[in-house]
């Protein structure tokens, strides 16, 4: 609903709207249409979930099983945030035209809003304050704040992943037994999960960039100058809608990774492709997907584990003849 509401553009906009292409709804059709977009609010908190998903899987240690009882919270929390401010535009009047579509605006466009005048006195008919106080307090405040978190999240993960390599290289350096080896290598293989799952989260984090980019810079010149640019309108039109696309993108580029490395000079373009991407919908394969557990299969764990400890194995020789190097070094000195 809420894509078919941003491809309606500017067809649910009243009929006779001074200069609006193609303007054909009524006063309703507006109001609904801006309901719907005001539950766009709820992707960017989504976004905003994920990275605190991966802050509290990869940074502080949660299990599965901790963070699968948080999700109902947050789906809770999210879904009534988006559903309550988009139905409390409706009695509030917001939803006007809005140049591409019907949004938060003051109606007559140009009106001067209560919040902004010296008076406190209104020559707006519909939507006071919609553009001063609304569309701050229900979108783009929310919206800049997880915009922030998200970011922030990422660099405390990413710190925490740093950190914990570096741990590593300690005890790789002071590991000479079987059995501490053994555990260094399962060491390795969770960072290595964990570093992935970093990786997902960070295309997510890009794609969330690339759609909010744009709005964010139409509301900055809207607030400085008082008139949006043709520009950023085009540049919003084009990315807002695309949204769901990126993140679906996103969302698949586990599925091809892992298509790519079992079916190694085939096509994904084939039957066996296409149905591996759009249609394994298996608990197992979302786990695969975001590397949140081991492959189940035991030739891909066993691959899995080889891979590992032979990149493990690797890394010590080279360690073991660096010091040896330089035993040698000090001792012909």
Not at 6 to 26: K, Q
Not at 122 to 133: E, H, Y
Not at 155 to 160: A, G, I, N, V
């Amino acid at each position: 609903m809420i894509a078919i509401g941003t491809f309606l553009s500017t067809w649910p906009i009243p009929a006779g709207t001074e200069g609006v292409w193609r303007a054909s709804g009524t006063q309703q059709t507006c109001a609904a249409q801006g309901f719907f977009l005001q539950l766009t609010i709820m992707a960017p908190l989504y976004n905003g979930s994920l990275s605190l998903y991966y802050l509290l899987m990869v940074t502080f240690g949660w299990s599965e099983r901790r963070l699968k009882r948080m999700r109902i919270w947050v789906h809770g929390v999210i879904v009534a945030f988006g559903v309550g401010t988009a139905a409390a535009g409706i009695p509030l009047t917001l939803y006007n035209n809005a140049y591409l579509w019907c949004w938060q605006a003051s109606y007559p466009t140009g009106c001067i809003e209560s919040a902004q005048s010296p008076t406190g006195e209104t020559t707006c008919t519909r939507g006071d304050n919609a553009t001063s106080i609304y569309r701050w307090a229900l979108f783009y405040g929310p919206l800049w704040v997880v915009i922030l978190f998200s970011t922030l999240a990422m660099l405390m993960t990413w710190c925490s992943l740093k950190e914990r390599g570096k741990q590593a290289e300690t005890v790789l350096r002071n590991s000479f037994s079987h059995k501490d080896g053994r555990r260094l290598i399962e060491k390795f293989q969770r960072k290595e999960r964990e570093r992935n799952v970093l990786i997902q989260c960070l295309f997510f984090l890009g794609a969330f960039y690339l759609t909010w980019v744009c709005p964010t810079a139409l509301r900055v010149k809207q607030s400085t100058s008082g008139s949006p640019s043709f520009g950023l309108l085009i540049c919003v039109g084009i990315f807002l809608p695309l949204q769901g696309f990126f993140n679906f993108l996103v969302y698949l580029r586990p599925r091809y990774q892992r298509y790519r490395q079992k079916h190694i000079g085939e096509s994904v373009m084939s039957y066996e492709g296409l149905k591996s991407l759009f249609f394994d919908n298996s608990a197992k394969a979302s786990e695969e997907d975001y590397n949140l557990v081991p492959s189940g299969n035991a030739e891909n764990e066993e691959a899995r584990r080889s891979s590992c400890s032979s990149r493990f194995q690797g890394k010590r020789s080279v360690r073991f003849s660096q010091m040896s190097h330089s035993g040698n070094v000090s001792r012909s000195s």
